[in-house]
T-cell receptor, first 116, second 115 residues
Framework: DQQVKQNSPSLSVQEGRISILNCDYT??????FLWYKKYPAEGPTFLIS?????DKNEDGRFTVFLNKSAKHLSLHIVPSQPGDSAVYFC???????????????FGKGTKLSVIP | KAGVTQTPRYLIKTRGQQVTLSCSPI?????VSWYQQTPGQGLQFLFE???????NKGNFPGRFSGRQFSNSRSEMNVSTLELGDSALYLC??????????????FGSGTQLSVL
């Protein structure tokens, strides 16, 4: 049962255009969402996050949108740059079995290629 | 500031063996969490340690265990290795961990191959 889904394994975008990466989730108990970027042979690096009580968060070229009714999360990168080419993971946090215990669930990732 | 260091970088084992992976967090970080990355399942959360105590746990069998030392360094152990355990194992550190929504700092991972 995959609770966090990134349905597009790959995405190609022209440099300077907008990249939109999507993430769907099924668990309404997720309270926090994050995006990480991963280059080959490196660990993931944090990009941006959003609390479930918000619907938008911006940080420079990166904006995350949350649609709770649709259980949908998206990451917008504007303008896209060749250095953005990487695998992007969305992740969601939920608590379980009592107060103070949390679990992170990741999607399988979307490989973004930004074409110069 | 030095980043998160994982050793070894690559490891080859055979079925039935056990393996121990090591993770040194960023200085001052007390939380270390572990993840398994495979092509089929993506990135999956294993567990998190904070101040030498396991605080959070994912849905992995008991063959996967870990510990954290007083200097916050952490080890992950997998016993009775199976072919399906072949994966990139990542650790991440943060000051206070998943519960506080802090961003995680990941190491480059240990690539484990089980033959």
């Amino acid at each position: 049962d995959q609770q966090v889904k990134q349905n597009s394994p790959s995405l190609s975008v022209q440099e300077g255009r907008i990249s939109i990466l999507n993430c769907d989730y099924t668990n309404s108990m997720f309270d926090y969402f994050l995006w990480y970027k991963k280059y080959p042979a490196e660990g993931p690096t944090f990009l941006i996050s959003i609390s479930s009580i918000k619907d938008k968060n911006e940080d420079g070229r990166f904006t995350v949108f949350l649609n709770k009714s649709a259980k949908h999360l998206s990451l917008h990168i504007v303008p896209s740059q060749p250095g953005d080419s990487a695998v992007y993971f969305c992740a969601a946090r939920t608590s379980y079995s009592g107060a103070g215990s949390y679990q992170l669930t990741f999607g399988k990732g979307t490989k973004l290629s930004v074409i110069p | 500031k030095a980043g998160v260091t994982q050793t070894p970088r690559y490891l080859i084992k055979t079925r039935g063996q056990q393996v121990t992976l090591s993770c040194s967090p960023i200085s001052g970080h007390r939380s270390v969490s572990w993840y398994q990355q495979t092509p089929g399942q993506g990135l999956q959360f294993l567990f998190e340690y904070f101040s030498e105590t396991q605080r959070n746990k994912g849905n992995f069998p008991g063959r996967f265990s870990g510990r954290q030392f007083s200097n916050s360094r952490s080890e992950m152990n997998v016993s009775t290795l199976e072919l399906g355990d072949s994966a990139l194992y990542l650790c991440a550190s943060s000051l206070s961990g998943i519960a506080t929504n802090e961003k995680l700092f990941f190491g480059s991972g240990t690539q484990l191959s089980v033959l």
